[in-house]
């Protein structure tokens, strides 16, 4: 029998801190994109894997969630639970020393992405057109225009597929941005994760929600321009404040400090 989440840190001496109540807060506020700027080790990346692990229509999560806060907010499971499709991407691995070898990482990214939804190869829901240009970025022969276009493509061939609109969960966004102001390549790099995220969320009817996760805001006329409903949270803003990094609090409630 599977075990919960809960049962396996018992049984491995491990500690877990229940914080699915992420879940219920930002389904209580209604968003088109939701970006989450935190400091590194602040738990970005276990917050986006759980927030896959119960949206993504693939899996079946209810062991998982079995005895955690968010399995008593029943209604809530009912619809959401494992019932949408979900585009997760994670932009950490994109760096290099110049463009070339960054943009080089940046495709093979978009290739192993395509890879992990290889079902869209065979599908008979999806246009032959948009198929022919899945298959040119999944073999990594696509031309920049291609992989500017990745995200929008992906969204709307899963969601002709599935019949629903798709959850998009970028993780570590600004870590190619980063990397290039580092190395004296953001103009370009910029020109292209413009384009990625941009036309992910800009009026894209296929799109349910987006969830952003990186270290720095960078600037919302940069890559979240057009974005309807667009949402900031940093660390200084009271929402969401308990659901990541560990915090201290006095009896009064009050956040004392966070590490």
């Given amino acids: 029998m599977a075990l919960t989440f809960l049962n396996r840190c018992a049984k491995e001496h491990c500690y877990y801190i229940d914080k699915t109540h992420l879940i219920s807060e930002m389904m209580s506020v209604p968003f088109k ?10 738990g970005k990346t276990l917050a986006m894997s759980m927030l896959a692990s119960f949206f993504d229509i693939r899996r ?4 998982l969630f079995e005895g955690l806060q968010i399995s008593e907010e029943k209604e809530l499971c009912t619809q959401w639970m494992n019932q949408w499709p979900v585009l997760f991407v994670t932009l950490k691995d994109v760096n290099g020393l110049d ?19 290889s079902y869209l190869k065979t599908s008979d829901r999806v246009d032959p057109e948009d198929r022919k240009a899945f298959m040119k970025i999944y073999a990594r022969e696509g031309d920049i225009s291609d992989v500017k276009n990745a995200l929008d493509l992906l969204l709307r061939m899963m969601c002709t597929h599935y019949g629903k609109e798709v959850i998009l969960l970028v993780d570590e966004y600004d870590v190619p941005l980063a ?3 580092d190395n004296g390549y953001y103009d370009e790099m910029l020109n292209v994760i413009r384009m990625l995220l941009g036309m992910s969320w800009k009026s894209n009817t296929n799109l349910k929600f987006a969830v952003v996760t990186g270290c720095l805001r960078v600037a919302k006329e940069s890559i979240f321009t057009g974005a309807n409903n667009f949402v900031s949270n940093s660390i200084s803003d009271v929402s969401y404040q308990d659901c990541f990094g560990f915090h201290i609090f006095s009896k009064k409630r009050q956040l004392l400090s966070a590490c």
């Fill in 33 to 42: 994109v939701n970006l989450i700027t935190r400091p590194r080790r602040f």
């Fill in 60 to 63: 079946d999560s209810r062991v």
């Fill in 99 to 117: 463009f070339p070898d960054a943009y080089g990482m940046l495709v093979q990214v978009i290739s192993n992405l395509c890879k992990e939804h």
């Fill in 179 to 181: 990397k290039a102001s």
